[in-house]
C-alpha cells in the first residue's frame, strides 16, 4: 500500500529579506523624542549610518509569519528524529515561562526579590536528584554540549584535587556523539575509541584491555546511540571505578529510562540531562537549550558556581567559594548568571504535570513506540541489531542496496509526503543508518500512518523508481539545495546589490 | 496524562505486534536489580493544568518583577520595553517547535531569518561576518579567546580589568582545564586602565569592554594598533547592544572579535538565561570561527535558499579536531532578536539608543545632586558608577524594602574583590521614567 | 624522469630533483565528493612522515592530509583557495597541495608504486 499525504503546496508565498523590503524611515515602533541633554559619551564618536532596513509592525508580522510557514515544527506533524526527542511541547510551560515573576527578574536583584526564583531552581534540582538517584547537579550549563563540558570538568578537577598519576586518556565509544569525542579532547584529554560488539553494545573485554590508571573517564551514552541499553553497565561501571576513574553519561537518551531506572544505580558517575530532550522544553530551531549536570557523592564537591544554597526555607546563591556552603572545592562559572532560568520554569511545570507516574509511562509509551515500529518496518528495512530497542529504532540501507535509492534518498522522499525525515547517517557504525524515534507524543494513528508510508517508499525503491527519488522533494518550499556552492564561496549576509 | 496519546487499547494492541506481553519485556536489558517496580517516591503525582498552573503562580508571587518597581539594575542585562509583535511571532509553533535546520527544504523559515540575524548582528558590530548566535554574551567571550588561541597559536589571553567578572570567570574556568592563560588585571572602577604597556608577542589577544562594568565608553583604535602590532587579536566584548545604536561600532575601532550579549533586543531577563550570544569575526578568520552559520545558495530549479555551511569546522564531522564543542545555539532568542530589530529598524534602532542615553543623564544629574554621592564617570552610555557614602549593600538592600531596585552593588559583581564596597552601578532604559528616576532621588535621600 | 609513489591513506608524492610534489588520489577526491575547503600548511613548516600536513573538506567531511615523508614545505599551491574544485576535477595535476624538500629519501622506500596501489585498491573494493 502506497500511502501519499500531500506535502507543502499552495498557501506559501516567497519572501524577499528584510533588506529588500526596506522603506528608508519606516519604523514598527513609535517611540517618543529624546530629551535634550548633553551627550556624556566622550572620546568615541556618534557612529553613522547603520544600513538597516525600516519596515512597518504589519510588514514585519507578515515576513515573519510567511518564513515560520516554510518551516516543518512537531505541532504540524510527526518529526521521528532519532537522537534529537522532538516530543510535544506543552503550552502551559510557555505561560508559566512568561509569569512576569519568572521572565521580568534581574539576575542581579537583591535576593531577598527572588525568593520564589531561587526556591524554583532548588525544586527543579530536587527532582533531577530524585529522578537519577544522584547527590548533587550544576544547574548553569546552557545545553547538552555545554553539560558535558562541565561533567568532563568536574572529573578533571577530582582527580587533581585528589593527585596521583596524570591521567591523560578518556575512552569513548565508537558510535558516541561527536560531541563526546570534542569536548574530551578541548580539555587536553586524549580520546580513544572502544570498538563495539556484533550486538551494538560496548565491547567489555576491549574496554577492560584499554583501562588503566591512566585513563580519567569513560565517556558512555546509556541508552547508546543504536537505541539499545548497554546491558553490561554494572560490569563496565565496576571496571571503571577499580581503574580510578569515572564513569560519564551522555544522558541524551535519558528520556527512554526516566521512571524505569536511576542512573545512581546503575554506577553513573556524572550525567548531563538535556531538558528539551527529556522535559519537553522547545527546541526553537536550534536553542535555547539547558544541560543540567548530576553528580555522584565522589563528584559533588566539584560542581561549578554559582549554585542554590537552602538555608531551611530561606534561598541564598554561593558566588563565590565558601566552606560553609560546601563550595570550597567548586570550580568557576560556565556562563553568566545563574543558569537557563526560562528552561527550568518549562522543565518544572512539565515535571509537576506528568509527575512520578506520567513520566514512568511517558518512558514506557516511548519505549513501546519505537519497538513497535522496528516491529513493524523490519521486514521491509534491515534492523542491524536484534531488538528490543529503547526509544529509537535503527535501521540501516542493507535492503536498498542495488536499487540506487539511498538513506538521504528515501529521506528527502519523506519531506513530500509530509513527514520530517528521520535522523540520517547516524550513528556513524552503522552504513546508511536511519534512526526513528517516534517520542511518547504520537498518536498510534499517526505511527501507522508513517509506517504505512515508509513501506511504500521502500516498495517504490525496490520497484525501480530510483529517479524518482532523486528528485525528491519535489513540494517541499525549496527542492535539494547546492551545499556545495554555499561552502566553496560563502555567502554569509546579505549585501547591497 | 494529557501528553500522552496512546491508550490502553493502543498499548495492548502494539505490545502484541512486538509480541512481548507487557512493557517489562522491553526494558529487559536493563539489569534486574536497577529496574524500579513503580513510580519514585517522594516525588508527586501528575496533575492538572489548573493545579500546576496554581503552583508555579505562587512561587512566582515571592518575587519582585523589575517591571513591577522603579528598577535601575544593569550590569550585563538590562530591562527594554519589547513590542508584543516579538513574543507572538516568536510563539509560533512552526518557529517554537522545530528542530536545528538539519533539512533544509523544510526549514527555510528558519534558515532565513538566521541569515538575517547574521547580517543585522554584522551591521550593528561593524564586522564582516557574524555567526548564527552563542550561548551567552559570556560564552561567547570564552569562545572567542579560545578561537583567537588557535587563529595566533598562543596561548595568553589579556583581559581588562572592566571586562563583565562573569565573563572573565567563563573565560578564566575554560583556561584552567583547557591550559592557556587568562591575565585579568583587577577592576579599576576609574575606567582609566590602559592595556598598551603589556602586550607582547606571548599574548594572543586582548579582551576589552565598552561601555565597561563600570559604564565607561573606550575608544579601542590605539589598543588596536597596539595589538596588530604584537600580532595578537582585539577581542571587543559589548553587554548593552543598545549601545551599538549610538556608539561608533568596534569594528570600526578595529576590533578582530566582537563577543556580546544580545538580550537587550527581544528578550526579556529571564532573571539571567537564556539569553543570547553574538558574535562576529573579520572574513579571513571565518574557518576558526565556532558556532552556526547559514550561508546562500539555490535549489535545484535554480531558486535562492539558505543551508547550514561550513560545517565541517563543527563536533557533529570534526569531532575531536572541532573548533567548539557546541551544538545548540539561541536559535529562539536569536528569533526575538532580530523580530524586534527588524521592527526597530534603522531610525528606531538609532532613537532607542538615544533615548537610553538622553534618560541615563538625566538620572545622573539628578543623582548627583544628592549630597555625598559622587559620579565616578567622565563618559557612560546608559549606565554610570556612584561612589556612595555608604555600603552599597546595604544601601540596595534597604531600597529594596522600600520597593526600589536601585541597582548593581559592585560587590556583587566582585565577590572576591576588596575596595568596591561603597559602589553602586546604576542602569536606565526607555523604560525608566521621571517618577522612577525621583523615586530613587528621594529613596537615597532618605537611607543615607 | 619523476617517479610517483603512493601511501596507504591515498597520498600521492612525485620525486624531481630532491623535491617531492604531493597531492591526494583520483580514489580519494572521488570518495570525499565535491572539495569546498583546503587547508595548507604554512610555509617553512618542517613535517614528518605519517604526520598532519593538511586538511580537506568536503560539505560533509574533513579529513586529514598525511605527508608521505618528511621534509620542509616549500611551495603550497595557494589556487586552491579560490578554486578547490581543482583537487576534483585534476588531483594528480593542478590539484597538488604543497612541496617539500625530503629530508630522508629512505623514507620513499615504504611508499607503494603505481601497481602496488592499484592492487591495494582493488583489494579495498
Not at chain 1, 578541548?186 to 565491547?203: H, K, Q
Amino acid at each position: 500500500m502506497t500511502e501519499t499525504i500531500s506535502g507543502h503546496r499552495g498557501l506559501e508565498m516567497d519572501e524577499p529579506l528584510i533588506f529588500e523590503l526596506d522603506s528608508p524611515g519606516q519604523s514598527g515602533v513609535d517611540l517618543p523624542a529624546p530629551p535634550a541633554v548633553k551627550s556624556r559619551l566622550g572620546a568615541v564618536k556618534p557612529r553613522g549610518a547603520i544600513g538597516l532596513p525600516g519596515l512597518s509592525e504589519p510588514e514585519v508580522v507578515r515576513h515573519y509569519t510567511r518564513l515560520s510557514r516554510k518551516n516543518y515544527a512537531i505541532d504540524a506533524g510527526f518529526y521521528p528524529l532519532g537522537s534529537c526527542t522532538m516530543k510535544h511541547n506543552p503550552r502551559l510551560n510557555e505561560r508559566m515561562a512568561r509569569l512576569p515573576g519568572f521572565a521580568d527578574l534581574h539576575p542581579l536583584q537583591p535576593l531577598a526579590t527572588v525568593q520564589g526564583a531561587l526556591e524554583l531552581i532548588d525544586t527543579l534540582a530536587d527532582w533531577l536528584k530524585s529522578l537519577t538517584g544522584m547527590a548533587a547537579v550544576a544547574m548553569t550549563p546552557a545545553a547538552g554540549a555545554h553539560g558535558e563540558m562541565c561533567g568532563m570538568m568536574a572529573i578533571r578537577a577530582a582527580h587533581d584535587h585528589h593527585g596521583g598519576p596524570p591521567r591523560k586518556r578518556v575512552l569513548v565509544p565508537e558510535s558516541a556523539h561527536g560531541t563526546n569525542p570534542a569536548t574530551a579532547a578541548a580539555l587536553g584529554f586524549t580520546v580513544e575509541a572502544i570498538p563495539a560488539t556484533e550486538d551494538g553494545r560496548v565491547d567489555l573485554a576491549a574496554l577492560k584491555a584499554k583501562l588503566g590508571f591512566d585513563v580519567a573517564a569513560v565517556m558512555l551514552t546509556n541508552p547508546n546511540t543504536c537505541g539499545l541499553f548497554e546491558r553490561d553497565i554494572l560490569a563496565i561501571a565496576e571496571a571503571v571505578h577499580q581503574a580510578g576513574a569515572y564513569l560519564y553519561c551522555d544522558g541524551a537518551n535519558f528520556n527512554a529510562i526516566v521512571g524505569r531506572v536511576r542512573p545512581a544505580d546503575l554506577g553513573v558517575d556524572a550525567m548531563h540531562i538535556n531538558l528539551h530532550k527529556t522535559f519537553s522544553t522547545p527546541h526553537g530551531g536550534g536553542g535555547p537549550g539547558s544541560g543540567p549536570v548530576v553528580f555522584s557523592k565522589a563528584l559533588a564537591p566539584f560542581v561549578p558556581l554559582p549554585q542554590v544554597v537552602d538555608d531551611g526555607g530561606d534561598f541564598h546563591l554561593a558566588e563565590a567559594r565558601d566552606d560553609d556552603d560546601g563550595t570550597a572545592l567548586a570550580y568557576g562559572r560556565m556562563k553568566a548568571f545563574h543558569g537557563q532560568i526560562g528552561m527550568f520554569v518549562r522543565a518544572l511545570t512539565y515535571s509537576l504535570s506528568h509527575g512520578a507516574d506520567g513520566l514512568r509511562q511517558a518512558s514506557a509509551d516511548a519505549v513501546l513506540s519505537a519497538n513497535y515500529v522496528l516491529a513493524k518496518l523490519k521486514g521491509d528495512l534491515n534492523a542491524p541489531f536484534e531488538g528490543p530497542c529503547m526509544h529509537e529504532a535503527l535501521f540501516d540501507d542493507k535492503s536498498l542496496k542495488g536499487t540506487g535509492v539511498t538513506t538521504l534518498d528515501l529521506a528527502k522522499a519523506l519531506i513530500d509526503e509530509g513527514f520530517h525525515p528521520m535522523t540520517v547517517y547516524f550513528p556513524l557504525v552503522v552504513h546508511g543508518a536511519m534512526l526513528i524515534e517516534p517520542t511518547e507524543s504520537e498518536s498510534k494513528r499517526a505511527i501507522d500512518q508513517f509506517i504505512a508510508t515508509m513501506k511504500g517508499l521502500v516498495a517504490r525503491a525496490k520497484g525501480g523508481e530510483a529517479e524518482w527519488f532523486h528528485a525528491s522533494p519535489r513540494l517541499a518550499p525549496r527542492r535539494r539545495l547546492d551545499e556545495t556552492a554555499a561552502a566553496r564561496k560563502p555567502v554569509l549576509k546579505w549585501v547591497k546589490a | 496524562m494529557r501528553y500522552l496519546p496512546l491508550t490502553e487499547a493502543d498499548r495492548g494492541a502494539m505490545l502484541a505486534e512486538i509480541g512481548v506481553a507487557s512493557v517489562d519485556d522491553l526494558y529487559k536489558d536493563v539489569p534486574a536489580a536497577a529496574r524500579l517496580a513503580g513510580p519514585i517516591a517522594g516525588l508527586p503525582g501528575h496533575r492538572g493544568e489548573l493545579e500546576v498552573e496554581r503552583a508555579l503562580s505562587a512561587m512566582a508571587a515571592k518575587n519582585v518583577a523589575a517591571g513591577s518597581v522603579p528598577n535601575f539594575l544593569g550590569g550585563g542585562a538590562y530591562r527594554h520595553h519589547v513590542p508584543a509583535t516579538v513574543d507572538s511571532m516568536i510563539q509560533r509553533g512552526e518557529f517554537l517547535t522545530s528542530y536545528t535546520p538539519y533539512q533544509p527544504e523544510i526549514s527555510q523559515g528558519t534558515l532565513q531569518y538566521l541569515f538575517e540575524f547574521q547580517s543585522q548582528v554584522a551591521l550593528l558590530t561593524g564586522m564582516e561576518v557574524a555567526n548564527a548566535s552563542m550561548y551567552d554574551g559570556a560564552t561567547a567571550c570564552a569562545e572567542a579567546v579560545m578561537m583567537a588561541n588557535r587563529v595566533t597559536k598562543r596561548s595568553r589571553a589579556l583581559l581588562a580589568g572592566n571586562v563583565h567578572p562573569h565573563y572573565r570567570d567563563t573565560t578564566a574556568t575554560l583556561a584552567r582545564f583547557t591550559g592557556f592563560e587568562a591575565d585579568a588585571g583587577p577592576p579599576d572602577p576609574s575606567g582609566r586602565e590602559s592595556l598598551v604597556d603589556r602586550i607582547d608577542e606571548t599574548v594572543s589577544c586582548v579582551v576589552v569592554q565598552t561601555p565597561d562594568v563600570f559604564g565607561h565608553v573606550h575608544d579601542l583604535t590605539a589598543l588596536s594598533a597596539a595589538c596588530k602590532a604584537k600580532g595578537a587579536l582585539l577581542i571587543a566584548v559589548v553587554t548593552e547592544a543598545v549601545s551599538l545604536g549610538l556608539l561608533t561600532p568596534p569594528g570600526a575601532m578595529g576590533a578582530d572579535i566582537v563577543a556580546a550579549e544580545g538580550q537587550s533586543l527581544g528578550n526579556p531577563l529571564n532573571f539571567g538565561g537564556p539569553h543570547l550570544g553574538l558574535f562576529a569575526v573579520r572574513e579571513k578568520l571565518v574557518r576558526q570561527m565556532p558556532g552556526r552559520l547559514v550561508g546562500q545558495t539555490t535549489d535545484a530549479d535554480g531558486r535562492r535558499g539558505w543551508v547550514l555551511t561550513l560545517s565541517t569546522r563543527e563536533q557533529h564531522i570534526r569531532r575531536e579536531k572541532a573548533t567548539s564543542n557546541i551544538c545548540t545555539n539561541s536559535g529562539l532568542c536569536a528569533l526575538a532578536f532580530t523580530i524586534h530589530l527588524t521592527l526597530l529598524g534603522e531610525a528606531g534602532f538609532t532613537r532607542l539608543a538615544q533615548l537610553n542615553h538622553a534618560k541615563a543623564v538625566q538620572l545622573a544629574e539628578k543623582l548627583g545632586d544628592i549630597h555625598g554621592v559622587r559620579l565616578l564617570n567622565d563618559s557612560f552610555f546608559n549606565e554610570f558608577t556612584l561612589r556612595l557614602p555608604r555600603r552599597a549593600n546595604k544601601v540596595v538592600n534597604k531600597l529594596a524594602k522600600r520597593g526600589i531596585l536601585a541597582g548593581v552593588p559592585a560587590p556583587r559583581l566582585f565577590p572576591d574583590t576588596d575596595g568596591l564596597s561603597d559602589l553602586l552601578v546604576v542602569a536606565a532604559t526607555e523604560c525608566t521614567s521621571e517618577a522612577d528616576m525621583d523615586a530613587l532621588c528621594r529613596g537615597l535621600g532618605e537611607v543615607l | 624522469m619523476s617517479r610517483i609513489k603512493f601511501t596507504k591513506d591515498h597520498e600521492w608524492i612525485r620525486v624531481e630533483d630532491g623535491i617531492g610534489v604531493v597531492g591526494i588520489t583520483e580514489y580519494a577526491q572521488h570518495a570525499l565528493g565535491d572539495i569546498v575547503f583546503v587547508e595548507l600548511p604554512d610555509l617553512g613548516k618542517d613535517v614528518t612522515q605519517g604526520g598532519n600536513a593538511a586538511v580537506v573538506e568536503s560539505v560533509k567531511a574533513a579529513s586529514e592530509v598525511y605527508a608521505p615523508v618528511g621534509g620542509e614545505v616549500t611551495a603550497i599551491n595557494a589556487e586552491l583557495a579560490e578554486e578547490p574544485a581543482r583537487v576534483n576535477t585534476d588531483p594528480l595535476g593542478t590539484g597538488w597541495f604543497f612541496k617539500l624538500r625530503i629530508a630522508n629519501p629512505a623514507e620513499l622506500d615504504g611508499l607503494m608504486d603505481s601497481d602496488a596501489y592499484q592492487t591495494y585498491l582493488e583489494r579495498l573494493a
